[in-house]
């Protein structure tokens, strides 16, 4: 047998259509996404990140596309403000945290 790729098109024509459009997706991304939003991660490799951002090696997620190779981190910077980096998300795995 042969597996064919279909493709719709369509319009949004409102605010709302395009907002629930985007809500879909996300729901969608979410699902498939090998990390959650909130969810504590570490780094694996802290290359392509500078010294000042991720201290401690660990963050919180904010948004992690699937099939995108970059994840959005929450991170600690060396002035103790938060601040969100976008990392490789193959640099990132589920954090352990003790205790729990």
Known sequence: MIT?????QRTLETPEEIGAYLAARYADHAAKARFQP???????????????????????????APG?????????????????????SDNLAQAEVAGE
Do not use: W
């Open 68 to 88: 995108n190779p970059f994840s959005h981190v929450m991170v600690l910077h060396s002035s103790g403000r938060e601040i969100v980096v976008q990392v490789p």
């Open 38 to 64: 909130g969810e504590r991660v570490s780094f694996r490799s802290s290359a392509g990140v500078p010294p000042e951002l991720a201290i401690g090696g660990v963050g919180i997620m904010v948004y992690d």
């Open 4 to 8: 064919v790729t279909e493709q719709t």
